[in-house]
Each structure stands twice: as structure tokens, then as C-alpha cells.
């Protein structure tokens, strides 16, 4: 046996190259199963009871809830507008659900002259959106501000209505972006029929919520321009494993069906029974639960929301 080392010869064998990591889909981000401690973001179960907790703790705005219905409803019905008054309940709503019902109301209400013509015809009733359009967006500051100041330091201020005038800026520039995804989403029904409906109207209204949602709290408690604070929400509400479209798609629904329900209040007429009030106020206190569980959920994960896009594998290898 001969004692010379054997010369080796060199192994054939090659480790298996590593896969490509999987190009991520357009839904991953929002489809994604939230997978143990994956995801920042708090439970909707828990945020949606720190929600109701919150509302209820700012007494001054449940007690301001039926006045501002009440103002509404007064002025509106002075300029010939006769209901449902089911439709008050979309007072403190989230847009676009505010931005849908705007045309509706706007075209009930503020009607052009019989023999006006041209942009005359049409130009009470474009002022009459604007007008509501800034006036939900006023709402909505207000309240989104008055949540976070309360979940910050646990009371509210008059620091809430200066800091709302800051923010009137960044719900003005929701609610126009969600009337165009509602223009968007009536082409898609008018050229897809029965299905497009679905996908074209109730789901602009749904990713008006999804992305656009936390936009008033950031804005009320972040010092950001108005893309930063816009592309900001879209960030957050893209959080893998964050439930957000889940929350839009349940929020957006429930509503809907409130609004078509034959429920108190659901018929024409200019005297609203004493049931249509409390539906239209328990529904309206509904509304303002949702603003104060996206603020809560917004605030308990704002140190994890990066305020860059996370860069490609393939765009990282190149640099």
C-alpha cells in the first residue's frame, strides 16, 4: 500500500445557487397574514376599543354631535332640501363616504335657476360641493385633532381648534383626492356594468380610506409638509400584517348599509322623528369611534413608519 498521498480531485459537487428572493406583488403589502410580532400596529379588536374609550372621553364633542346635526340640517333644509335625514349621519364620517354624499346633497339642495344656462347652470351647484367639501373637511380636522391631543396628554384644549386650522389644509387635500377616485370609480361602473360597481364604487370609497385615513393625525401631530403628510398615510396604511384594508373594508361597509337600511329616518320628509335622531346620533358617534382608533392606531406605530420607501433587492445590488 503505497504511503503517497492520493491527489484529491476536486468535488463536483456545487451548493445549490441561492433562489432570487420573490418579487413582492402589488397585494402582498396589503393581503399579507399577520405573522406573530410582525407588525407594530395594535389588534383592531384592541384599537377599536381604545377607539370608543377615547370618544367617549372627549364629553364636549359627544354634546357638540347633535348641534352640529342640528345646524346642518336647519341650513340645508332653508334651501329646499327635504332628506332623508339618514343622510346627517355622514356629518362626521370618514371621506370619501363625505365626498359621495356631497354631490347628492349639493344637487337636492342648491339648484340652479329654470332658465340658466351654460356654467350659470351648473355653477350653484359645483359651489355647493366646494362648500361642503370644506366643511367636512373642517369636521373632520377638528375631531382628528381633538383625538390626538387626548390620547397624547389624556384631556383636550383649545390648543385642538388652533392646531385644526393646520390641518383644515391636509383634509381639504383628501377630500378632493378621494372625489377624484369617486370620478374614477363611476367610469369603471359606467363601463363595466353591474360588477364595476362593486369594484369601481364601493372600492374607490375603500381605498379612499385605506390610504388617506391617517393622514389628519399625522398632520395634527407631526410638523410635515402636505406630500410628506400624504405619502405618510399611504406608507402606514401599507404596513404588512397591519389589518388596515380589513378595518377600511368592514368601516366602508357598515356604513353603507346603514345608509341604504331602511332604518328611522331613511324617508323623505322635514320633521325627523325622535328614533331618526337617535339613529342618525348613534351612527354619527360611530363615525367619530373610527377618526379616534386611526389616530390611536397611527400614533402607536409612528416610530416604525419609515419616512423612505423601502429599496428593491435588484435596485440595491445595482447601486
Not at 385644526?164 to 377630500?175: F, H, N, S, Y
Not at 348613534?282 to 377618526?291: R, T
Request: net charge positive.
Amino acid at each position: 500500500m503505497s504511503n503517497k498521498k492520493k491527489r484529491q480531485r476536486p468535488s463536483s459537487y456545487r451548493a445549490p445557487a441561492p433562489a432570487p428572493a420573490p418579487r413582492r406583488g402589488l397585494l402582498d403589502s396589503i393581503l399579507a397574514p399577520r405573522a406573530p410580532g410582525g407588525s407594530p400596529m395594535p389588534r383592531l379588536r384592541s384599537t377599536l376599543a381604545r377607539g370608543l374609550a377615547t370618544t367617549l372621553s372627549i364629553r364636549w364633542l359627544l354634546a357638540a354631535v347633535p348641534v352640529v346635526i342640528l345646524a346642518a340640517w336647519a341650513f340645508l333644509t332653508s334651501f329646499g332640501f327635504e332628506g332623508p335625514f339618514s343622510t346627517m349621519s355622514v356629518t362626521f364620517a370618514l371621506p370619501p363616504l363625505t365626498t359621495s354624499a356631497d354631490p347628492q346633497i349639493a344637487g337636492k339642495t342648491f339648484r340652479a335657476a329654470i332658465d340658466a344656462t351654460g356654467l350659470g347652470a351648473n355653477a350653484a351647484g359645483l359651489v355647493a360641493i366646494f362648500g361642503l367639501l370644506l366643511f367636512h373637511a373642517a369636521v373632520n380636522a377638528i375631531v382628528a385633532t381633538l383625538s390626538v391631543e387626548q390620547l397624547r396628554t389624556g384631556s383636550v384644549s383649545a390648543w385642538a381648534i388652533r392646531r385644526a386650522g393646520r390641518v383644515l389644509r391636509t383634509t381639504l387635500a383628501v377630500g378632493f383626492m378621494c372625489l377624484g377616485l369617486l370620478i374614477i370609480g363611476n367610469l369603471v361602473s359606467f363601463f363595466f356594468g353591474g360588477i364595476g360597481q362593486v369594484f369601481g364604487l364601493i372600492g374607490s370609497v375603500v381605498i379612499g380610506v385605506y390610504l388617506f385615513g391617517f393622514a389628519p393625525t399625522i398632520a395634527a401631530d407631526e410638523e410635515r409638509r402636505l406630500t410628506d403628510t400624504l405619502t405618510r398615510s399611504v406608507r402606514s396604511a401599507r404596513m404588512p400584517g397591519s389589518a388596515n384594508l380589513w378595518l377600511a373594508i368592514i368601516y366602508v361597509l357598515a356604513s353603507l348599509v346603514s345608509l341604504l337600511a331602511p332604518l328611522p329616518g331613511s324617508t323623505i320628509g322635514r320633521t325627523p322623528s325622535i328614533a331618526a335622531w337617535a339613529v342618525v346620533i348613534v351612527l354619527s358617534v360611530g363615525h367619530l369611534v373610527m377618526q379616534s382608533t386611526l389616530a390611536y392606531r397611527y400614533l402607536a406605530v409612528a416610530p416604525d413608519v419609515p419616512d423612505q420607501p423601502a429599496k428593491r433587492p435588484a435596485d440595491a445590488a445595482r447601486r
